[in-house]
């Protein structure tokens, strides 16, 4: 089965903390995703990754940053988190053509 | 750019009634297209896609959909809604060639015994 796992499903920051999002698939894909997912406002993308240590801005970046060192693995980083970033973020992969993306099960974040 | 729409946040169905969902995309250039469904507190499972073959398209639990380019629609359908349906759905396109997949804003299907 392929699978793409994120490392929390729930967390807690109080505001200012710096929070890591991992994701790592295990599909050889090219492609990583970071989405936030906000009521009413369907997925928007933060940032993608379409090679190992490239990166592209998504259309929501401000206040985020990310990490892709191995091809397997994405990090999204909240450098200083505040209120506004209480969200679902949800990581994905594809392959290059983006035939289909394959999700995670998202990791609820709550900034106090 | 491409962008997507779907009518209705909201879609309420008696079970065992027809389900329609509608999504309309904008695109400078024929889309792949596909439907999502998320569960409470799941990621995103691929329901059927378009890429370009076949129209009409077949995906999984009794769901289709159409690509009518004429329209730009992409609507979701099913003839005989189950109570398991009850979820959020979202419609996405991607540019060929692109390397985007933008999504739209979601509707919740809520069926009723």
């Known amino acids: 089965d392929v699978k793409v796992t994120q490392s929390s499903r729930y967390l807690v920051k109080r505001t200012g903390e710096k929070v890591f999002l991992e994701c790592v698939q295990d599909?050889?894909?090219?492609?990583m995703f970071w989405y936030r997912q906000d009521p009413g406002l369907g997925l928007r993308l933060i940032y993608f990754?379409?090679?190992?240590?490239?990166?592209e801005k998504g259309d929501i970046p401000e206040g985020y940053s990310v990490s892709r060192e191995k091809k397997e693995r994405f990090s999204l980083i909240l450098e200083s988190a505040s209120t506004n970033q209480t969200s679902m973020y949800l990581c994905?992969?594809?392959?290059?053509?983006?035939?289909?993306?394959?999700f995670g099960q998202g990791t609820r974040l709550t900034v106090v | 750019a491409q962008s997507v729409t779907q009518l209705g946040s909201h879609v309420s169905v008696s079970e065992g009634a027809l389900v329609l969902l509608r999504c309309n995309y904008s695109?400078?250039?024929?889309?792949?297209l596909f439907w999502y469904v998320q569960y409470p507190n799941q990621g995103l499972q691929l329901l059927l896609k378009?890429?370009?073959?076949?129209?009409l398209v077949k995906g999984i639990n009794g769901f289709e959909a159409e690509f009518k380019k004429s329209e730009t629609s992409f609507h979701l359908t099913k003839p005989s809604a189950h109570m398991s349906d009850a979820a959020e759905y979202f419609c996405?396109?991607?540019?060929?060639?692109?390397?985007?997949?933008?999504f739209g804003a979601g509707t919740i299907l809520r069926v009723k015994s």
């Open positions: 378009y890429t370009s073959a076949a129209t």
């Open positions: 996405a396109v991607k540019k060929v060639g692109g390397n985007k997949l933008v």
């Open positions: 695109s400078s250039v024929p889309p792949y």
């Open positions: 994905a992969s594809s392959v290059r053509d983006i035939t289909e993306a394959f």
């Open positions: 599909m050889d894909h090219e492609n």
């Open positions: 990754s379409y090679d190992v240590k490239m990166k």
